[in-house]
């Protein structure tokens, strides 16, 4: 029996467009990563915009998926990670909580940014989704920082988060205008399901 190619299409977990467009996200990804300034344990680098983007612009999975993307091309060797980094012991390195905490932001920031669209105003339903998203790096990342580094919460705090709690907000900021505006041409449509 062979079926029809819509339902083929339907059934799929990802079209075509979407497949690209998560390809293109974790190029961000990448390349924003070397956009880095050194500061210490953890670089300033452009990556929370990008998740930040492709949390805002993608369904749910496909935001995922693309940092997914972007982390099995780190782990296989490609490098992609701050300073041209790569390999599974960047991963489990004191930073890898970070890199873990892009992919949980980027699916969180969709997610509510799906619950949130029709409650409330659309630039509220984004910066919210952003500053989660923000939140949800930094637990990742701290607590990482905690366990591998052995810094106690509080230097942690002072090393990995404190540092970054303003470049941040502006990265959020600047990420829900980009959004806005790239919406606005129609290349990159909100996502209606999961």
């Given at each position: ?9 339907r ?61 099995l091309l780190?782990?296989?060797g490609?490098?992609?990670f ?18 873990f ?36 790096i ?14 106690s ?11 970054f ?7 959020a ?11 606005r ?5 909100v996502?209606?399901?999961a």
């Amino acid at each position: 029996m062979t079926s029809s190619p819509a339902l083929a299409t339907r059934d799929r977990l990802f079209s075509v467009r979407d497949v690209t467009t998560i390809a293109l996200f974790a190029a961000v990804i990448s390349a924003s990563a070397q956009v880095s300034i050194p500061i210490g344990a953890v670089p300033i680098t452009l990556q929370v915009f990008a998740v930040l983007l492709a949390g805002l612009l993608l369904r749910p999975l496909a935001a995922f998926a693309a940092v997914g993307v972007y982390l099995l091309l780190g782990a296989a060797g490609v490098p992609v990670f701050a300073g041209f980094a790569s390999g599974i012991g960047v991963l489990i390195g004191p930073t890898g909580g970070y890199l873990f905490g892009f992919a949980a932001a980027a699916l969180a920031v969709a997610l509510l940014v799906k619950a949130l669209c029709g409650r409330v105003a659309p630039i509220i339903a984004e910066g919210v989704a952003c500053a989660v998203g923000v939140a949800v790096i930094y637990a990742f990342g701290w607590a990482q920082l905690m366990l591998v580094a052995g810094l106690s919460p509080a230097e942690a705090f002072i090393g990995g988060v404190a540092p970054f709690i303003a470049l941040d907000a502006a990265k959020a900021a600047v990420a829900v205008g980009v959004a806005s505006s790239i919406r606005r041409t129609g290349l990159v449509s909100v996502r209606a399901t999961a």
